[in-house]
């Protein structure tokens, strides 16, 4: 039992995510579901807390901690190897952007200074782009920091790309199970409103569109996670010895799982369009399926470049020796 527990945990952690994505997204009352909304409400929540402290040196304390986060790994790194770490210059940077936005979601009524007639909801477009700001500051940050580390470590880069896939399901989880399930919310309740305000529609069809657009996106991302499980999988083996031959009926079982991702990917993403047009004329919003596919498609195609590309590698390895 506990054999297959430590065989599985990471599919096991996944659909703990799953689970707690689609339990917030049932519970929760968003009105704006897209990813960055997500991210900004609870910003705005921190925001409007340290506002309601006033001057008071408990606000000050929280918004100082906050702002210092950014620090908090250089700092690390220079305490354990008692020198300046050069890179702590660029987590400067992001520190010094990390007070700036904090301050305007804290005071979000001083982006008029900034906006020219800036209502409500131009204020949250603005704090937005300084969130979407931040994180790619931070995303520049860390790309410079897994570089630093691969060039003195190389054997590292099998690591962080079981990393870097990690973070690429959860995202695609993430989007499926709590943005989707939260749209479709949104959507039902538009579809109940209608229904009230008297307006003549067949409310079980249209509830039933977009049920079926949901699902469809469930399967997309069933079987991309599950290829992207796999290819976490075969990194395992690339780890011990990259240019094995017993590595290539695996690299080909994988190449045939992308295939058929991308075969299911194309069809299922078909029948939800056709389906939508089919039937436009009775739905009160049409929703044509083409935003999570671009991402699932983009990742199928390069799972199948790089095994096609370590194949031939693995070949021509294996014929130099032949040739020696």
Same mark, same amino acid.
């Given at each position: ?9 990471? +599919? ?106 800036? =209502? ?12 979407? =700001? ?27 790309? +079981? ?21 479709? +919310? ?16 067949? +409310? ?28 976490? =999988? ?91």
């Amino acid at each position: 039992m506990l054999s297959v527990l430590k065989n599985n945990i990471k +599919k096991i952690v996944f659909f703990g995510f799953s689970v707690l994505f689609l339990i917030l997204a049932l519970c929760v009352k968003w009105g704006d579901t897209s990813f960055f909304n997500a991210i900004y409400l609870p910003l705005k929540c921190i925001g409007d807390y340290i506002r309601s402290l006033g001057n008071s040196a408990g606000g000050w304390l929280l918004y100082i901690i906050l702002g210092l986060l950014p620090l908090a790994f250089p700092i690390y790194k220079m305490i354990t190897k008692r020198k300046f770490y050069w890179l702590s210059i660029a987590w400067f940077m992001l520190c010094i952007f990390d007070y700036v936005m904090l301050y305007f979601f804290i005071n979000p009524h001083l982006l008029n200074n900034i906006i020219v007639s800036g =209502t409500e909801k131009l204020n949250e477009v603005a704090l937005i782009g300084f969130e979407v =700001t931040f994180f790619i500051l931070l995303f520049i940050c860390v790309l410079l920091e897994v570089g630093s580390l691969l060039k003195s470590k190389p054997e590292k880069s099998y690591f962080f790309a +079981k990393i870097a896939i990690d973070i690429l399901i959860l995202i695609i989880i993430f989007n499926v199970c709590f943005t989707a399930v939260l749209n479709v +919310k949104s959507e039902i309740a538009n579809i109940n409103a209608a229904q009230l305000s008297g307006v003549n529609f067949n +409310k079980e069809l249209n509830e039933f569109a977009v049920i079926f657009s949901l699902l469809i996106k469930f399967v997309l991302a069933t079987v991309t996670v599950i290829l992207l499980l796999k290819c976490c =999988t075969f990194i395992d083996r690339l780890e011990i010895d990259a240019f094995s031959p017993k590595n290539i009926n695996p690299l080909q079982e994988v190449i045939r799982f992308a295939k058929l991702t991308l075969l299911i990917t194309l069809t299922a993403t078909a029948v939800d369009n056709i389906l939508n047009i089919a039937l436009s004329k009775m739905l009160l919003s049409a929703n044509y399926n083409f935003d999570v596919p671009i991402v699932i498609l983009l990742t199928v195609c390069l799972v199948i470049i790089f095994s096609e590309i370590l194949i031939g590698a693995i070949k021509i390895s294996e014929e130099q020796k032949l040739v020696i």
